[in-house]
């Protein structure tokens, strides 16, 4: 897997991650893992999803290396939201270290559902869709992480702008996150390799958010102070 260097945070989290993922990696049966790894070994990109997630050990490292890098190894418990979690690595890593993980994706990938119901995440069906508020999950959450986005919408013009977050991260606000909260994105590259459109990039940084590449941190308390 290629592989790039950020900043000396990112390399710290990196290494930590490549040295600790066999702890993770020896409490999953991997030979009951190789079921998967068998069934859906050419599954590109659908009906099955993606056989690059088959790389069990890469992948949770890639998920424990985003665990480390925010620190949610420092933190107290959290209840943390995984949005479009895919085969649910990083809420399962989570989940192993003591927060309080929920993940939403949608259920059409034979190949999620399976790992899904093999790592025993807790995964909700929802379909991420513009101008429409997420469903009452019950609770509030300390952090939301959306990794790898595009809503299944790669190279299209039916990408979100500004109007379509602004409404999604109200939503959030308002209803979803504690007062402390925080989202974290992760934005897939675009044809030309940037991440985030400069008029997107500009609306985040409006609200106090943080951008670096293809990451945005923006936390409620921010938020809510940006808009009054």
């Known amino acids: 897997m290629k592989y790039r260097v950020r900043n000396l ?3 710290v989290a990196f290494v930590r991650s490549r040295l600790l993922v066999g702890g993770i990696i020896k409490d999953i049966d991997l030979d009951a893992f190789s079921v998967f790894q068998n069934s859906y070994c050419n599954a590109d990109p659908r009906p099955h999803g993606y056989s690059k997630y088959l790389d069990i050990r890469y992948w ?10 925010y620190g949610l190894d420092r933190s107290q418990p959290l209840r943390i939201l995984d949005i479009g979690t895919g085969c649910g690595y990083f809420p399962y890593i989570c989940t192993k270290f003591g927060h309080q993980a929920m993940a939403v994706d949608l259920d059409e990938v034979p190949m999620y559902n399976e790992i899904i119901r093999f790592l025993k995440v807790n995964r909700l069906t929802l379909c991420v869709e513009k101008f429409k508020p997420f469903p009452d999950f019950g609770m509030k959450f300390d952090l939301i992480t959306a990794f790898m986005i595009k809503f299944n919408c790669h190279y299209s013009s039916a990408q979100w702008g500004v109007d379509e977050w602004k409404f999604l991260l109200d939503d959030f606000r308002a209803n979803h996150l504690t007062e402390d909260g925080k989202v974290i994105l992760h934005f897939n590259a675009n044809k030309d390799g940037s991440f985030v459109e400069p008029n997107l990039k500009e609306y985040f940084l409006n609200l106090g958010g943080t ?3 293809n990451q945005v941190v ?7 102070k940006r808009m009054k």
Do not use: D, F, N, P
């Not at 949770?60 to 890098?69: D, I, K, T, V, W």
């Open 60 to 69: 949770m490292a890639e998920s424990l290396m985003r665990y480390l890098y």
């Open 218 to 224: 923006i936390g409620a308390a921010q938020q809510s």
């Open 9 to 11: 945070r990112h390399v």
């Open 211 to 213: 951008v670096y590449r």
